[in-house]
């Protein structure tokens, strides 16, 4: 069983080895992004409350959040393990976090601590394209599609996050450095965390998040 965290700034690149980690464990990404994303999209009351909160580059109240992780947990198809991709992102959901896996008699194993400078996040975050249809992820520079601002699965025209335009990035990353930095330090008094530098390519990031896990 491998219950992950992969902890880091938006734009590190935690969706991306989440992505990964999923075909080399066969265990599933939880990803709070995502799932608000998707109650956006689709208009459920958590969703419209949750839009003004992330277009802004805001956080949505733990309880929203710690609601979701936990109604997410006891699914089956997390029974072998799981990877937390941006939750937790503030130390009350951490304590959550650590109560509702306690209640299921689990525990975290590895808290994966995913690094690079501003200027890099900046650049990675501003150059983002997404598909509204198939959820697939593009860079204008570091992935770009085959055809400028068209998906390569299944065709649909790309489109930037709100939540990624320079200004709300700007935010976003002031929350995390006030917010969610602090979980470094937090899962670090406990031993978990590993520090991993999320520069470089994305197998070598990779690799060296499996001799993490592994050491
Ligand atoms: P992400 O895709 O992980 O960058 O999340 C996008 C947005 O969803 C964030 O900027 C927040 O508004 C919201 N969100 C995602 N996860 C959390 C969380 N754990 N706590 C609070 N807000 C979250």
Known sequence: MTNLIL???????????AKLLIEKFGIPQISTGDILRAAVKEQTPMGVKAKG????????????????????????DCQKGFILDGFPRTVAQADALGQVL???DRCVDHVISLAVDKAELLKR????????????????????????????????ELFQREDDK??????????YEEQTAPLIAYYE????????????????VQTEILSAIQA
């Open 7 to 17: 902890l880091g700034p938006p734009g590190v690149g935690k969706g991306t080895q």
């Open 53 to 76: 909160y992330m277009d802004a580059g805001a956080l949505v109240p733990d309880a929203v959040v710690i609601g979701i992780v936990e109604e997410r947990l006891a699914q089956a």
């Open 102 to 104: 306690s209640g299921l």
């Open 125 to 156: 975050l501003t150059g983002r394209r997404a598909c509204p249809k198939c959820g697939a992820v593009f860079h204008i520079d570091y992935a770009p599609p085959k055809v400028a601002g068209i998906c390569d699965s299944c065709q649909t």
């Open 166 to 175: 320079e200004a709300t990035i700007l935010h976003r990353l002031a929350v």
């Open 189 to 204: 008094s406990c031993g978990l965390l590993r520090s991993v530098n999320g520069l470089g390519t994305v197998d070598g």
